[in-house]
């Protein structure tokens, strides 16, 4: 490798680790402060973590929010913001659950079609905030935020007896899913199953990589995130690329639900899982929309959601967890912004060094960072 | 060391004492020495113009002038006083104002919430509307701006907005007034207006600095001419003892590149063919307006004109970027309903004005901005993929042919400097084998060197069958590149000028549609410069541009 | 970064106050009047009741409050040209601090600690955008994570050992007094069992702004001419609106636009903070986690309605009130007269563009309205589920048809560094 590509990972590194040392150290103080021994709390995480029951749970855990953050990071790319996994994800499992159940097809094609509704699903629920950004200029940011209040409301709704679900043990939830529609998972005996569908979920983060940096559209999305005047005279349509990723963006959402619909729960209740759309924020942030640094990141992150629960028999409050994984999102875009600048400015003397020349007069001004959509 | 300066109005002005003193400045940056040893000297009450190419130092030396650099060596005195500015505030306390050339203004505030900001009048702990509606009005009439405080900046029109931007200072208590390039968004109507307002200010007392590259302008309103070459005065002339060429001489330091006669590489084949363009703004108003021409095989058309007379927008509507009316048709096939992508598809490749908004992506490698503008296309893509080996492999020929400096490919576009970042932008747009390149301002903001060697590589392009719509600002370009040169003036083509024989400020003058009045005569008749024809009205009562320019004074 | 809104190009400018040929406030008067009469044809036409009743109008104030709230600390923060979507995580903040401060010292400490707590996290918001140059998107988000933590984890501290309190609420609080202004609540209250046309109705709406009304609403709502006066009158204001306008402009005549996007962010924070403290000391008696539910992206939107301006703001937070009001009391039936209303104003809009020649947007209202008829008839309640997407659907809609005349704080969003200017 050249020197600068090891410089470049060195730098690309040293943010979300700065990130982590920062809220560690946060914690601890805070845990000090309220008269808890830090070193005895993290030891004891890391110990109730690794064990075989917990990384099960990691790895399920894991498997929706790599594809929640893999949502963000697409939008992320081109300068998006879709804040509507949430929404996006709670509508596509409901309606994948409901309609799952009422179909009868041979296994892997049962499992397919749940899979197809909930993307498709994702991608129409996201498609709304598109059409109205593009055609009417409404910000995503808002529209996402709205959809998802709404679509949290519709799924509300046809969650009742009087539309799709059934009331079964205490539980208002959707009809189960015949086991044609399930997806086998890895068996480690007391400890656990391993969701299979996070085959599928690696899998999508290849193709996430694969599209972006290997193909044309891949080139022509990540070039509208990062001069959008640049993309237009080189040819690309915005408005389209705006639909595609928004449309790509939902449509990889509507998946979040996915390991677990298929892999355990096999219908949706009131008990399904909420919020991971915004943990997919997190994710795609401290990753900085990189699928490898988003895998890393993810199981970091369910590893903090695991481990937390050792922490009551210590009389540690849980929550300490989750200001640390608040912490580390501010810490590392802060950090990111740093680090960018420094390489920046680096690579600038680095090259008129080795020119051995001047830096004429109307050197580059230094761009405004966006979302790390690099 | 610094001083506090008095304010403007407690210093006592002589005739004899200069308004503003420069001497020996000298300001270094990084690699770079942009001012050496400069001195100026302006008597107050005047219009002292300060002319040089891009690059020559003028701005430097007026951000040092007005407090927003600090000059390594030498001094600055303000009516025999040396002061020392450590930021604009204080220049603005000493009584100097720049008029900036892009302006600074906010579109939703009124002109009086703009003009007062940060140095607001209050009565109460509210801000005192009335007395800065009556101040503004009072300088408005004193100085004859005709500025009104009510109305919101964003429904003036740009020369409307410059007054705003120059009574901004007067109502600091500006003295003196510093105009960076003021005439470079103005229609000549504007620039009359802009040159009345500078002669009442000076009738007053004010003292007006005036940066321009603009020859014939400053000629006309300016009482004192300094040029800066390279960063140091070469020389303060009076308007009467010099002409336009004399002057561009000073500025370029040599003989002007005397057109030469060269081969003629027009062909009969046209392959761009434009017909009843138009582009219209926002209010309806046409950009371009009605044009039609053709380029053939081998030609290089030229465009001068003064920026906003609708050139950009042209060679935007070619582009398929900007949406327009009429017919554009390349080698025999219509394109007029293609996109951007189709059209560079078919061959139209494109040199951008601004390379860091439309020609680059800033935080990409080289390789992958070698690929920006052709994705679709070999060698950059292979089907659906993008083939990165082959770009890479092209960056590297590309580097290699248009000499661009750096170090590798893998490099990010924002480290590299102007002219290399264009030499790339060069070499991958004729990459590719076009049929027609859209080059505007291929060489502003680039080093000699790099200018020289682009020119060379266009030349080249030429002499194989490439056609070229040049659009430039530097008419030694125009002059030099084209086969075939036009005026556009407010969207429209209103001269053709002949660049084997037509001068520079024959040139400056049509642009700014300032022609002399006298009766047409026939093309031929007189020797010598004398290379400018009319083609036809400008649409608004302009009658002097009917005329063929006269051929200048030798 | 996406900002808020980019909107299409502006229509033409609306004429300077000067040379107006009306006095200004003729136009609102007649819109709220035609708003009156619409509610109060509705009510008679449909036979619900609750739409202007006291009761419905009392809930709709104390609804709309922390919505009012939350919406000025967008705006505070917006003009400053910074985005903040942090407002939920500020509001929390709030809250909280408000009801732990309010369990020892009383409600108005409270309601000053919930204004420290919210504009703590405005101040980390202004770290990080400005100082730090962060997306304003990214920060708003984080600190909407952290809020909530922070607001849990204390809670599990001070909480826990204290009666009544958990890890997700805190003890009873105490709460700042209302009142009632008497004659007047007594007269009105009359009148309206009359159910008189219009009359009854002004009747309804006015009492119940006078009946049971808490102090810290009143504080709330003099806090929209407050921040006009401060914004749009003084030194401090045009300064602080200049940094969201063209913060280069200002910087180029010697505003220091750090120091006044620091101040507009802390405000915002502040507000912030005093919304949560509504929630946790007013609208209930004690800290409940998830109290926010969503309000400070409503309140958002209500500033996004008012065009970045008080007064708009305050319709829009109103209008939000009003409609979370509906469907909290009689929800299916209220709600379901609603429709009515949209019709019966979508045919007057609708006739009132047909006469001003604007063909197609007067035949769109008038199918609009139809549709809305349609609805009204044929249906004959709305699910409850639905009837709380209220404002997050007019906001949807308000942004999609109303983009053209919004004018958002030209620099919002934009990302500033000192010296950056061309």
């Given amino acids: 490798m050249s020197r600068f590509d090891l410089r470049r990972i060195g730098l690309a590194l040293a943010a979300p680790v700065m990130a982590l040392v920062v809220s560690v150290v946060l914690v601890s103080v805070v845990l000090l402060v309220a008269g808890h021994d830090p070193v005895d709390a993290f030891r004891q995480m890391w110990e109730f973590g690794t064990q075989g029951p917990q990384l099960v749970n990691i790895l399920n855990k894991s498997a929706s929010y790599y594809l929640a953050a893999l949502a963000v990071a697409i939008g992320f790319r081109m300068n998006l913001f879709n804040i509507g996994v949430d929404g996006q994800y709670q509508l596509a499992a409901m309606l994948a659950a409901v309609l799952g159940a009422a179909v009868t097809l041979p296994g892997p094609l049962h499992v397919l079609f749940i899979v197809v509704v909930a993307a498709v699903v994702g991608a129409l629920w996201a498609g709304i905030a598109g059409v109205l950004k593009v055609y009417r200029g409404v910000s995503e940011v808002i529209s996402t935020i709205m959809l998802n209040f709404i679509g949290g409301a519709l799924v509300a709704w046809m969650l009742t007896p009087q539309v799709f679900a059934n009331l079964s043990n205490n539980i208002v939830k959707t009809p189960d899913i015949p086991s044609s529609g399930w997806f086998p998972g890895f068996s480690f005996g007391d400890n656990g199953t391993v969701y299979g569908f996070i085959i599928v979920s690696a899998l999508v983060g290849i193709a996430y990589w694969f599209v972006l940096s290997r193909t044309r559209f891949g080139f022509d999305l990540r070039a509208t995130g990062l001069s959008e005047s640049a993309a237009v005279a080189s040819g690309v349509g915005v408005r389209r690329m705006v639909m595609s990723a928004m449309l790509l963006s939902g449509a990889v959402a509507g998946l979040v639900g996915m390991p677990l619909l298929l892999g355990e729960s096999h219908s949706f209740g009131q008990d399904f899982p909420a919020g991971i759309g915004f943990v997919g924020i997190a994710i795609a942030l401290l990753g900085r929309n990189n699928p490898i640094g988003i895998a890393f990141a993810s199981l970091l992150w369910s590893f903090l959601d695991v481990s937390n629960q050792i922490l009551d028999l210590l009389g540690i409050p849980k929550e300490i967890v989750t200001i640390m994984q608040g912490t580390i999102v501010l810490a590392v875009v802060v950090a990111y912004e740093f680090t960018r600048r420094l390489a920046l400015a680096s690579e600038q003397r680095r090259v008129a060094a080795q020119l051995g020349g001047s830096l004429e007069g109307d050197a580059t001004p230094p761009v405004p960072a966006g979302t790390g959509a690099a | 060391m610094s001083q506090q300066t008095a304010p403007a109005t407690e210093r006592k002005a002589s005739a004899e004492t200069p308004a503003v003193r420069l001497t020996g400045i000298t300001k270094r940056f990084p690699g770079v020495v942009a001012n050496k040893d400069v001195s100026l000297s302006v008597r107050r009450g005047t219009v002292h113009a300060v002319v040089g190419e891009n690059g020559a130092g003028k701005s430097t030396l007026m951000k040092i002038l007005y407090g927003m650099q600090r000059p390594d060596e030498g001094t600055i005195e303000l009516d025999g006083v040396p002061v020392s500015f450590s930021s604009p505030a204080d220049a603005i306390k000493a009584g100097i104002g720049m008029v900036h050339q892009h302006f600074k203004l906010a579109d939703n505030f009124t002109v009086l919430e703009n003009v007062v900001l940060g140095s607001e009048p209050t009565s109460g702990g509210r801000l005192d509307v009335a007395a800065a509606s009556r101040r503004i009005r009072e300088i408005s009439d004193r100085y004859g701006l005709d500025v009104d405080p009510d109305p919101l900046v964003e429904d003036l029109g740009v020369g409307e907005r410059q007054r705003v931007e120059i009574l901004k200072v007067l109502y600091r208590g500006a003295r003196t007034l510093i105009l960076d390039e003021p005439t470079a968004v103005l229609v000549p109507q504007e620039v009359e207006e802009l040159f009345g307002a500078l002669r009442e200010l000076t009738s007053e007392g004010l003292t007006v600095v005036f940066i321009s590259h603009k020859l014939d302008e400053v000629l006309s309103v300016a009482d004192e001419i300094t040029v800066i070459r390279r960063g140091t005065t070469v020389g303060t002339v009076l308007p009467k003892d010099t002409t336009p060429r004399k002057l561009a001489e000073l500025m370029v330091g040599s003989e002007l590149p005397s057109p030469e006669t060269r081969e003629s590489t027009v062909t009969d084949r046209a392959v761009l063919q434009v017909e009843n363009l138009s582009v219209r703004d926002r209010d309806g108003r046409a950009v371009v307006d009605d044009v039609s021409f053709a380029i053939h095989a081998g030609e290089v058309l030229g465009i001068a004109g003064v920026e906003g007379n609708g050139q950009s927008e042209l060679v935007d509507a070619i582009m398929g970027i900007r949406p327009a009316t009429g017919r554009v048709v390349l080698d025999g096939v219509d394109i007029s309903e293609e996109s951007t992508r189709r059209r560079r598809e078919a061959g139209v490749a494109f040199v951008p004005e601004d390379r860091m908004r439309q020609g680059l992506l800033l935080e990409s490698p080289l390789w992958e901005n070698r690929i920006l503008g052709h994705q679709t296309l070999p060698p950059n893509a292979n089907g659906v993929l993008v083939d990165r080996r082959h770009a890479r492999t092209d960056t590297e020929r590309i580097v290699r042919e248009y000499d661009v400096r750096t170090p590798s490919i893998e490099v990010k576009a924002s480290a590299l400097s102007g002219g290399n970042q264009q030499k790339l932008i060069v070499g991958r747009e004729m990459s590719g084998d076009p049929k027609l390149l859209l080059a505007a301002h291929p060489t502003r903001g680039v080093d000699v060197g790099a200018q020289a060697a682009i020119w060379d590589h266009l030349r080249r392009a030429r002499a194989e069958g490439l056609a070229v719509l040049l659009v430039s600002a530097d008419l030694d370009e125009l002059i030099g590149l084209s086969d075939t040169l036009r005026v556009i003036l407010r969207g429209r083509f209103v001269a053709d000028a002949d660049p084997a024989t037509v001068t520079p400020e024959e040139l400056g003058s049509a642009m700014t549609g300032a022609g002399t009045g006298t009766a047409p005569a026939a093309p031929s008749s007189r020797p010598g410069g004398h290379g400018l024809v009319g083609t036809g009205t400008t649409g608004t009562g302009d009658a002097a541009s009917e005329t063929a320019a006269e051929g200048g004074e030798e | ?422």
């Avoid at chain 3, 992206?297 to 065009?307: D, H, P, Q, S, V």
């Avoid at chain 3, 409609?323 to 209220?334: H, M, Y």
Wanted: hydrophobic share 50%; glycine share 14%.
């Fill in chain 3, 1 to 422: 970064m996406a900002t808020a809104v980019s909107t299409p190009p502006a229509g033409p400018a609306q004429a300077t106050p000067a040379r107006r040929l009306l006095p200004v406030w003729v136009r609102p008067a007649l819109i709220w009047a035609g708003i009156l009469i619409l509610l109060s044809l509705t009510r008679w036409i449909s036979g619900a009741q609750d739409i202007t009743s006291s009761g419905t109008a009392g809930a709709a104030l104390r609804l709309a409050v922390p919505i009012l709230l939350a919406g000025m600390a967008g705006l505070w923060s917006e003009r400053a040209g910074v985005v903040n979507i942090g407002i939920e995580g500020m509001m929390v903040l709030g809250a909280w601090c408000g009801a732990y401060v309010a369990l020892d010292h009383g409600p108005w400490a409270g309601i000053v600690a919930g204004a420290i707590g919210g504009a703590l996290g405005g101040l980390l918001h202004a770290i990080a955008t400005v100082t730090f140059g962060v997306d304003h998107i990214v920060s708003g988000v984080a600190i909407n994570l952290l809020g909530p933590g922070i607001a849990r984890f204390l809670s599990s501290v001070v909480f826990t050992n204290r009666e009544g309190g958990g890890v997700t609420q805190s003890p009873q609080v105490p709460q700042p007094s209302t009142f009632t202004v008497p004659g007047l609540s007594d007269g009105l209250a009359s009148i309206e069992k009359h159910h008189l046309l219009v009359i009854s109705d002004l009747a309804g709406i006015l009492g119940g702004l006078v009946t049971n009304v808490s102090w810290m609403t009143v504080l709330a709502i003099v806090l929209v001419p407050a921040t006009a006066f401060v914004l749009w009158r003084t030194r401090f204001g045009l300064r602080l609106r200049s940094c969201g306008e063209n913060p280069w402009a200002a910087e180029s005549l010697g505003v220091n636009v750090y120091r006044y996007k620091y101040l507009g962010v802390v405000s915002s924070g502040a507000f912030g903070g005093l919304a949560g403290a509504f929630l946790s000391l007013v609208a209930s008696n004690y800290y409940r986690e998830g109290q926010t539910g969503g309000r400070g992206f409503i309140g958002l939107a209500a500033m996004i309605f008012g065009n970045w301006r008080p007064g708009g703001l305050l319709a829009g937070a109103g209008l939000f009130g009003f409609t979370d009001a509906l469907q909290l009391r009689q929800g299916e039936t209220s709600v379901h007269a609603l429709f009515l209303a949209l019709a019966l104003g979508l045919a007057a809009l609708g006739a009132w563009w047909l006469y001003r020649r604007r063909t197609l947007q007067g035949v769109i209202a008038l199918l609009a309205a139809a549709g809305s008829l349609a609805l009204y008839l044929f249906t004959d309640t709305v699910p409850q589920q639905f009837t709380q997407t209220t404002p997050y659907v007019t906001t949807l809609l308000v942004l999609a048809l109303a983009s053209q005349r919004l004018r958002m704080p030209k620099a919002d969003g934009l990302p500033y560094r000192r010296g950056t200017a061309s």
